[in-house]
């Protein structure tokens, strides 16, 4: 079966410091999303990825889905405490298929 | 507001007592899908639907059954609950077309 590794599994960071996370996996997947969940909350949806290779930004936060569609990393600048949380990425394989693969999470702590 | 809500937020039971867990979505989506989530397992989904009266098997759909009457409805029904059942249960829609998952605020459900 496909394999899904995010990393790192936790980081502590100072606030204001740049964040970078990433999940490979060993299948091709034509989507790459990027969610955030809050402690007792759903994930939130932070970035959609639909071309390999392609470069996407929302505020602070950027995401890249990896030219060889097996990969995609979350990069969060310079961080503030409200970015506490876990970040998940979630791909697809799109065509019609519904169905996310979710890694296993990144708890990211900020300290003030 | 566009949303995705579930009722109710927490439910504490007692095993082989007969649950519903609903969810309602306001955004015209097709897709809704049901998930669990259990410490160092992740997100896992139970079951999807790509439209009303359209359901499918996810990956650990046992003891769970669902229904779609309506488009905007999607309910999680427990015939006889047991411990293992004991998760945090999420609800989540896509428009049809888009792969981005809109998650609900989830269900904490206890079974003793």
């Known amino acids: 079966g496909q394999q899904l590794n995010q990393s790192p599994q936790s980081m502590f960071i100072q606030e204001g410091e740049d964040v970078s996370m990433n999940c490979t996996s060993s299948s091709i997947f034509n989507t790459w999303l990027w969610y955030k969940q809050d402690p007792g909350e759903g994930p939130v949806l932070l970035i959609a990825l639909y071309k390999a290779g ?16 097996k990969d995609s990393f979350l990069n969060i600048s310079a961080s503030i405490p409200s970015d506490v949380g876990i970040y998940f990425c979630a791909p697809t394989s799109g065509a019609g298929s519904y169905q996310l693969t979710f890694g296993k999470g990144t708890k990211l702590s900020v300290i003030p | 507001e566009a949303q995705v ?7 504490i039971t007692v095993t082989g007592k007969k649950l519903t867990v609903t969810c309602s979505q306001n955004m015209n989506h097709e897709y809704m899908s049901w998930y669990r989530q259990d410490p160092g397992l992740g997100l896992r989904q139970i079951y999807y639907s790509m439209n009303v009266e359209v359901t499918d098997k996810g990956d650990v759909p046992e003891g769970y059954k669902v229904s779609r009457k309506e488009k ?8 006889s609950p047991s411990p293992n059942q004991t998760s945090l249960y999420f609800c989540a829609s896509s428009s049809q077309g888009r792969y981005e998952q809109y998650f ?5 459900l206890t079974v003793t």
């Open chain 2, 104 to 108: 609900g605020p989830g269900t904490r």
């Open chain 1, 54 to 69: 392609e470069l996407t930004s929302n505020g602070r936060l950027t995401a890249q889905f990896g030219i060889t569609r």
């Open chain 2, 5 to 11: 809500t579930q009722n109710p937020r927490y439910l």
């Open chain 2, 72 to 79: 905007r409805n999607f309910p999680l029904i427990l015939e």
